[in-house]
């Protein structure tokens, strides 16, 4: 009767013990999910901290940390104040600038129609010029309404800003005492595991550093060729636009396509038609160019990940996360994959090898038999 009794009570307690970690698996994700925002804020703070900690090192050897931090950190929030900057004016006073002459424009077209014979019958069938006419007269009065556009988008402008500034504010954190705490982490560690962790956790700040490098690199050469071509059409602010290519580069996938199509908008008020086209090709042919031959080159030898895999990453992070994601999600592969490989060599070094019967003994030579 006993040993049926125990066998009820250790089949209860597994029954028990498994309900249990179901509940507290259910539980983590949901709170996980919960925390799905402030997470996010954390894994952006802390690449921006390993992305920074190569300037505040490098700026450390010549001044204090804290103002190496500072002087870091303030470069970083003034490069988009400064962009914005030299670009919004222009562009306001050109928009304004446009919607006056579109009247004027399509008085060309209504000319240009009227000497041709084809188009001026399909003006007769359709009254396209009619019509042109009357959304033009309306254009003018359409730019005060960006205003009111503008006001609704005030709250969620707000709240990136709000997002921005505390995803800074974590990562200076990070920077100020973030080896602090790795240094804590690896030496609360037994003598069998804590050089194999210190290995991994800089392996990971390497892998990051390069990505940061290669990125900037490959951004750098886009915003090059960005600037010899935009100068080449004549716009008139091409140093301002080449930045908004270089910054648009960071972001794997939609970066560069948005970038782009921004400079088309201003092209529009500088050069049309032609460089307007001039420039679409070139930055379809660029982005060819870069998405298939140089990015997965320079990623591949920056963070030694395979240039399939690399592809395969951006397209789970930004479909997961969207441009957050898509702008980790080489990082977090070659995190992923050192931290893969130093568990199986972990376990490699731990695993008993086989016992080996002893070999059997070699034969003797016979004796050669004397002369």
């Known amino acids: 009767m006993m040993p049926a009794i125990r ?4 089949e209860a307690r597994t029954v028990l013990r498994t309900v249990l970690i179901v509940l507290t698996v259910i539980i983590t994700v949901y709170l996980v999910y919960l925390l799905r925002k402030p997470i996010s804020w954390l894994v952006i703070a802390a690449f921006i901290a390993v992305a920074m900690s190569g300037p505040v090192a490098l700026l450390s050897r010549h001044m204090p940390r804290g103002l190496a931090i500072a002087s870091v950190y303030l470069t970083l929030i003034a490069i988009p104040i400064v962009l914005a900057g030299l670009l919004v004016p222009p562009l306001v006073g050109q ?3 446009l919607a006056q002459d579109v009247p004027g424009y399509v008085q060309d077209v209504e000319d240009f129609v009227n000497d041709n014979e084809t188009l001026s019958n399909l003006n007769d069938d359709y009254d396209i010029v009619t019509k042109l006419e009357e959304e033009a007269e309306k254009l003018p009065s359409k730019i005060g309404d960006a205003a009111n556009i503008l006001s609704d988008i005030g709250v969620g402008l707000v709240n990136s800003i709000f997002a921005g500034v505390t995803i800074l504010i974590l990562s200076i954190f990070m920077v100020a005492s973030g080896g602090r705490w790795v240094n804590r982490i690896v030496e609360m560690q037994d003598d069998t595991h804590r050089e194999r962790l210190r290995r991994t956790f800089d392996s990971i700040a390497g892998a990051i550093a390069s990505y940061v490098g290669a990125a900037l690199f490959q951004a750098v050469l886009a915003g090059v060729f960005a600037f010899i071509m935009l100068t080449i059409l004549g716009a ?10 270089f910054f648009g580069d960071l972001i794997p996938l939609v970066g560069a396509t948005i970038a782009a199509f921004l400079v088309a908008i201003v092209m529009l008020f500088v050069n049309f038609p032609v460089g307007v086209i001039i420039w679409i090709v070139y930055a379809i042919a660029f982005q060819q160019i870069e998405d298939y031959v140089i990015r997965p080159q320079i990623q591949r030898r920056a963070v030694n990940v395979e240039p399939m895999v690399i592809l395969i990453a951006v397209l789970f992070g930004a479909t997961l996360f969207g ?14 994959q050192i931290v893969i490989k130093e568990f199986l060599d972990y376990r490699a070094a731990f695993r008993i090898p086989p016992s080996a019967s002893p070999p059997p003994p070699a034969a003797a030579a016979p004796n050669p038999d004397p002369a």
């Open 7 to 10: 066998s009820f009570d250790l």
């Open 95 to 97: 928009a304004e600038d």
């Open 236 to 245: 008139p602010f091409a140093g301002a636009l080449a930045l908004i290519v």
């Open 323 to 336: 441009v957050i994601g898509a702008l980790l999600a080489i990082p977090a592969a070659a995190s992923l």
